[in-house]
Nanobody, 125 residues
Framework: QVQLAESGGGLVQAGGSLRLSCAAS????????MGWFRQAPGKEREVVVA????????YYADSVKGRFTISRDNAKNSVSLQMNSLKPEDTAVYYC??????????????????WGQGTQVTVSS
């Protein structure tokens, strides 16, 4: 298994920036895609960004394109999410996840096998 731990959440005003980090431990020798999901109160969990094992393929939800950037460092077993120009609509609990699915960039939450505990991101207007 892979254990994931997120950090970097917090409170920020609209237009501000945050950087989320996710550290992986355990079965880190296995290849896995990684993604960030978020869930706001009363909303379904949705994919925000995802990245393949190699880092060569990425996915960005339309709502965050141009504002969020995902990157991973396999040597450090970590993945980061740089969030710029934050909006109140970005307020949610953000989860880091790892997938052992064979598709390079899984987009569905059920394709992910390991999850972090989540970190709260709150954007004030």
């Amino acid at each position: 298994q892979v254990q994931l731990a997120e950090s970097g959440g917090g409170l920020v005003q609209a237009g501000g920036s945050l950087r989320l980090s996710c550290a992986a431990s355990g079965r880190t020798f296995s290849r896995y895609a990684m993604g960030w999901f978020r869930q706001a109160p009363g909303k379904e969990r949705e994919v925000v960004v995802a990245i393949s094992w190699s880092g060569g393929s990425t996915y960005y939800a339309d709502s965050v394109k141009g504002r969020f950037t995902i990157s991973r460092d396999n040597a450090k077993n970590s993945v980061s999410l740089q969030m710029n120009s934050l909006k109140p609509e970005d307020t949610a609990v953000y989860y880091c996840a790892a997938s052992f699915a064979r598709t390079p960039v899984p987009l569905n939450h059920w394709s992910y096998d390991c999850w972090g505990q989540g970190t709260q991101v709150t954007v004030s207007s």
